[in-house]
């Protein structure tokens, strides 16, 4: 059957390069001072809905992010690995977004879109890892959800049948469709880019990282798969009250970098002086007891 499919990403910091500019005044990561970068665990998920995509001729993907327009290239290394389109959610209403406010943005880009069966995105993001948005977009399309899915094994007669890592275990599910599907870390790495799709949508950008003065602009006129899609909180009418840091109740109080640093280590026999030993150590420090 042929699918439509929606692969939820994010440009993420590369939180292990935190200092001492990761924060803004108002709470917020600063974007700006740090490495951008794909986000991991969404990586899984865009080539579990590239996996459909060859097993259900004429289905489609697309990927839906939401950030400042230097996030276009999230859309750029989704072509480039074989989706079909994206759409970038970037406004300053959008911005200071916590969980609630960026459910609450890609719910409506996902309406806008419309007529999606799969909704995929990654477990978390690694710069907050609170699993939250997956279940928090299902929740508010009033979607089914699977969640710590490992792999899409099939879609057929409108059920989706997906193995996910549970505690304890494995386990497979069905669900019917549209349906929403968070995918962890464990599942099957992406796939690389492919040399013919570079070469195609290298100079692919929303409207707003133009500068205008780029030797290739002619292009876009000749060449209309070259221009992303971008939509403002109106574009996909949404209330901006729930959008950026007006819709978000939480806010992060700082971020620190923190490194452990090796303590002095002790080789432990296991004669009964040295257990005894280490046994009182443990007592007298309140570590056990």
Known sequence: MKLKIVVLAKQVPDTRNVGKDAMTAEGTVNRAALPAIFNPEDLNALEQALRLKDQNPGSTVGILTMGPPRAGE????????GT??????????????????????????????GDVDI???????????????GPQVAQKLGLNQVTYAEEIIKVEDGKATIRRHIDGGVETVEAPLPVVITVNGSAAPCRPCNAKLVMKYKYATCPMERKGDEPWTDLYAERPYLTLNQWSVADVDGDA????????PTKVKAVKNIVFQAKESKTLTGSDADVEGLITELLDEKIIG
């Open 84 to 113: 079909d389109t994206g759409w970038l959610l970037t406004d300053r209403l959008f911005a200071g977004a916590d969980t609630l406010a960026t459910s609450y943005a890609l719910a409506t880009g996902i309406k806008k879109i």
């Open 74 to 81: 999230i859309i750029r290394q989704g072509l480039y690995r």
């Open 241 to 248: 009250k729930q959008c950026g840091l007006s819709g978000s």
């Open 119 to 133: 909704v995929i995105g990654g477990r978390q993001a690694i710069d907050g890892d609170t699993a939250q948005v």
